[in-house]
């Protein structure tokens, strides 16, 4: 999935697109375009949730890197 997380990052994504992406994969659609794209992120970076990739941000040991 990290081709996938690659990919992601190389595009600007608008709010509707993103709560798209979470419906597709059946994930869940928070209000705000930060908190989707964490969901998003997680998702794509192989966690189950946002809270598992919250945790290990908190812990210094983050699931993801952006891709530049």
Known sequence: ????????Y??????D???KICRDH?????SGKIKINK????YF?????IAEAEEQEEQGS???EPYT
């Not at 999935?1 to 992601?8: G, P, S």
């Not at 970076?45 to 949730?49: H, P, Q």
Request: proline residues 3%; negative net charge.
């Open 62 to 64: 983050c699931c993801y």
């Open 26 to 30: 059946g994930l869940d659609a928070p």
């Open 45 to 49: 970076a192989g966690k189950k949730d």
């Open 39 to 42: 969901v998003i992120e997680a």
């Open 17 to 19: 697109e993103l709560i």
């Open 10 to 15: 190389i595009y600007y994504w608008y709010r």
């Open 1 to 8: 999935m990290a081709d996938i997380l690659k990919e992601y």
